[in-house]
T-cell receptor, first 112, second 112 residues
Framework: NAGVTQTPKFQVLKTGQSMTLQCAQDMNHEYMSWYRQDPGMGLRLIHYSVGAGITDQGEVPNGYNVSRSTTEDFPLRLLSAAPSQTSVYFC???????????FGPGTRLLVL | GEDVEQSLFLSVREGDSSVINCTYTDSSSTYLYWYKQEPGAGLQLLTYIFSNMDMKQDQRLTVLLNKKDKHLSLRIADTQTGDSAIYFCAESFSGSARQLTFGSGTQLTVLP
């Protein structure tokens, strides 16, 4: 198993540009989440999904969209990037009955 | 996360014990976790404890939970240089989604 994979590893955007951060898992996990990590603030939940076709907002959802058309993929979309979205983004997945959340390696995003 | 607090830095000598502390505010939390993040990597679950437990031991790791004081600690025995990392405590609540609220992380530095 590859586990949780994220692409790209690093991205530079200009203010107003759009992009999609990709996340995929091959463990058939029902639950997937997106977090952002900022210095001194730990990780904050952006959006999450409890299964294909079902998504919900987390603590900091503004400026981000998600969809879950398949169990494996959970892309995060920035429609109009802002400097405040400069951060490290982590995707995570978990299966029912297990406490372990598996994290991807992260995507470093810089918005100029 | 504003609901989970940790001190930012801890330095110990190799071979000593490390104790990383965490306080949380929500008494309805169901599970409490300790994650480890090495430089440039995602988060790795070290251990977790159910809220009706007081202590959990797993090899060199000991987790203590004081529900009355809402205090969680992680003790690492015989700390090694490979233990140098950022340690996050996190809490989750009942319900299938089990989304996490993280502390800001404690940077553990192990000195030779």
């Amino acid at each position: 198993n590859a586990g949780v994979t994220q692409t790209p590893k690093f991205q530079v955007l200009k203010t107003g540009q759009s992009m999609t951060l990709q996340c995929a898992q091959d463990m058939n996990h029902e639950y997937m989440s997106w977090y952002r990590q900022d210095p001194g603030m730990g990780l904050r939940l952006i959006h999450y999904s409890v299964g294909a076709g079902i998504t919900d907002q987390g603590e900091v959802p503004n400026g981000y969209n998600v969809s879950r058309s398949t169990t494996e993929d959970f892309p995060l979309r920035l429609l109009s990037a802002a400097p405040s979205q400069t951060s490290v983004y982590f995707c995570a997945s978990r299966t029912e009955g297990q406490e372990t959340q598996y994290f991807g390696p992260g995507t470093r995003l810089l918005v100029l | 996360g504003e609901d989970v607090e940790q001190s930012l830095f801890l330095s110990v000598r190799e071979g000593d014990s490390s104790v990383i502390n965490c306080t949380y505010t929500d008494s309805s939390s169901t599970y409490l976790y300790w994650y480890k993040q090495e430089p440039g990597a995602g988060l790795q679950l070290l251990t977790y404890i159910f809220s009706n437990m007081d202590m959990k031991q797993d090899q060199r790791l000991t987790v203590l939970l004081n529900k009355k004081d809402k205090h969680l600690s992680l003790r690492i025995a015989d700390t090694q240089t490979g233990d140098s990392a950022i340690y996050f405590c996190a809490e989750s609540f009942s319900g299938s989604a089990r989304q996490l609220t993280f502390g800001s992380g404690t940077q553990l530095t192990v000195l030779p």
